[in-house]
């Protein structure tokens, strides 16, 4: 399958502090990705969906101006945290569809796993 | 997007066929039958889906019911690295895939 990569893979960082996550299609180009969040023992949360060229759409009760997300180019998306605060310690995973409609398959990176001292 | 039912947790013998159930009564017409699979630490795979016909591939069957209101995984002979979470979820068009608590499967030696 398509192969989706995330960078870094884990962060340690202070409170305060920005931190970018960011998400690569690495042999397709995606027109979509989508952001989740997974706490311990819990399941996959979405985030947003990420547009090439739009501005991404929050889920309900996901702050866009804490979670700021860019997709500049068909192959990357990033997901900054600002001001980030040991809460925000979770573990990030990203998404893309192949291609152009929302039925195609959706791959998913291997997560980032942030953690706010 | 409808929502989906899966027992928090199943135990299989290794070598015998698991079967993971799942429910999701309501179901539209144009709403696929997702499923992936979770191993520790690590981002969702990719497993199977459907939409009303069985499908079968290399890694797993799909049985999906005639009403559509549920449907069935099949890994055909589990090995210890199929323990996962493993999550059914039904896809609408806008793409979204919405995770459930999906199924805890403990595969035993």
């Known amino acids: 399958g398509a192969v989706v990569s995330q960078h870094p893979s884990w962060v340690i960082c202070k409170s305060g502090t920005s931190v970018k996550i960011e998400c690569r299609s690495l042999d397709f180009q995606a027109t979509t990705m989508f952001w989740y969040r997974q706490f311990p023992k819990q399941s996959l949360m979405l985030m947003a969906t990420s547009n090439e060229g739009s501005k991404a759409t929050y889920e309900q009760g996901v702050e866009k101006d804490k979670f700021l997300i860019n997709h500049a180019s068909l192959t990357l998306s990033t997901l900054t945290v600002t001001s980030a605060h040991p809460e925000d310690s979770s573990f990030y995973i990203c998404s893309a569809i192949t291609g152009d409609s929302s039925y195609n398959e959706q791959f998913f990176g291997p997560g980032t796993r942030l953690t706010v001292l | ?109």
């Open chain 2, 1 to 109: 997007d409808a929502k989906t039912t899966q027992p928090p947790s199943m135990d299989c013998a290794e070598g015998r066929a698991a079967n993971l159930p799942c429910n999701h009564s309501t179901i539209s017409g144009n709403e696929y039958v997702y499923w992936y699979r979770q191993i520790h630490s690590q981002g969702p795979q990719y497993i199977i889906h459907g939409l009303k016909n069985n499908e079968t591939n290399e890694m797993a069957s799909l049985i999906i019911t005639e009403d559509r209101k549920s449907s069935t995984l099949i890994l055909p002979h589990a090995t210890l690295r199929d323990t996962a979470v493993y999550y059914c979820i039904v896809r609408s068009n806008t793409g979204k895939l919405i995770f459930g608590q999906g199924t805890t499967l403990q595969v035993k030696p």
